[in-house]
């Protein structure tokens, strides 16, 4: 760790741990609705659309300190970067949930469950990471595991797009369909970026 010999705004810590915690709350939400009926995905929706909302809050949180601090625990271009990345994710969960009910898919395709539960075990690992944050330890394993599962969550992509071009969906099912994976798979690449910035801010802190 390098040694400073000036104060640092640790409230930043928080409030990546937040922002983290958030996203742990959205993949609960994801997960929630597999199986879940119309009625009741659309209200998961609703509670999305304000885990969203709560994930933006916690975001512009982290600007404004930041552009109100003049020391900061690392270096801003990567302070910025992580939020952003954080929101990220949160933004791509909740398009997921979104599509879903706005085009009343009756059933998801074999194979998003895996994509859900990829997702929800590198959200746990990033709300775990997130405290670390203050003394630089045990980070590795972290940001190994989630390339890990992102290569994971690569994999199951393909085979989702296999699945939906075999011809048992009609043309437009495919294309809605198609958007939701898609999402879900962007949702997996902002873990990643973020398990990237934390990896850079760590090298740099060393």
Known sequence: MRFRLTPRETSFYDMFAASADNIVTGSKLLMELLGADA?????????????????????????HQLNSSFITPFDREDIYTLAGSL??????????????????????????????????????????AMPNLRTMANLTEYWIEVNRLENQADQIHRKLLAHLFNGKYDAIEVLKLKQIVDVLEEAADAFEHVANTVETIAVKES
Do not use: C, S, W
Not at 47 to 63: K, L, P, S, Y
Not at 91 to 102: I, P, Q, S, T
Not at 109 to 117: A, D, L, T, Y
């Open 39 to 63: 009625p009741t995905r659309t209200e998961i929706a609703e509670r999305m659309r304000a885990a969203e909302h709560a994930g933006d809050d916690a975001t512009h949180a982290i600007f």
């Open 87 to 128: 929101d990220d994710i949160m933004d791509f969960m909740e398009e997921a949930v979104d599509l879903v009910v706005l085009y009343n898919v009756e059933e998801l395709p074999k194979g998003v469950e895996q994509q859900i539960e990829v997702l929800a075990r590198a959200a746990e690992l990033t709300a775990e």
